[in-house]
C-alpha cells in the first residue's frame, strides 16, 4: 500500500505565506515525478509545481517567483513554499506521485486527499 498525507493548510491573508508538505509512506522503492495540484471550486485541477527526481523543478506561470517546491528524498516528501500569497491562490492542494513499489514492475500514479488553502482578509 501506498499513501500520500498532505498538511500544512489553512487560512492566511494576502501577501501571506504558508508551507504544504506532503510525505509518502508504504513499501516505496523508488519516487519519481512529485507534483502539487490545485482544485479551485468550478475550475479545472491545475498543475502547480513539479519536481523530478534527478531534481528539476517546473511551475505554473501563475505561481513563478513566489512558490518553491523542493523534497527530501531521504523522508519520501514534497513541499511547497508559497509566498506572497493572492486570493485566487484559494485552493484544495493536492500532492501527486510517480511510484514503484517494491517487488512492482512500472509506477502507479498515486494521490494525496488534498489540504485547503484559503487566502482571503
Known amino acids: 500500500q501506498v499513501q500520500l498525507v498532505e498538511s500544512g493548510g489553512g487560512l492566511v491573508q494576502p501577501g501571506g505565506s504558508l508551507r504544504l508538505s506532503c510525505a509518502a509512506s508504504?513499501?516505496?522503492?523508488?519516487?519519481?515525478?512529485m507534483n502539487w495540484y490545485r482544485q479551485a471550486p468550478e475550475k479545472t485541477r491545475e498543475l502547480v509545481a513539479v519536481?523530478?527526481?534527478?531534481?528539476?523543478?517546473n511551475y505554473a506561470d501563475s505561481v513563478k517567483g513566489r512558490f518553491t517546491i523542493s523534497r527530501d528524498n531521504a523522508k519520501n516528501t514534497v513541499y511547497l513554499q508559497m509566498n506572497n500569497l493572492k486570493p485566487e491562490d484559494t485552493a484544495v492542494y493536492l500532492c501527486?506521485?510517480?511510484?514503484?513499489?517494491?517487488?512492482?514492475?512500472?509506477?502507479?500514479?498515486?494521490w494525496g486527499q488534498g489540504t485547503q488553502v484559503t487566502v482571503s482578509s
Open positions: 508504504g513499501t516505496i522503492f523508488r519516487i519519481y515525478n
Open positions: 501527486n506521485a510517480d511510484i514503484t513499489r517494491y517487488g512492482q514492475i512500472g509506477t502507479l500514479n498515486y
Open positions: 519536481s523530478t527526481l534527478t531534481g528539476s523543478t
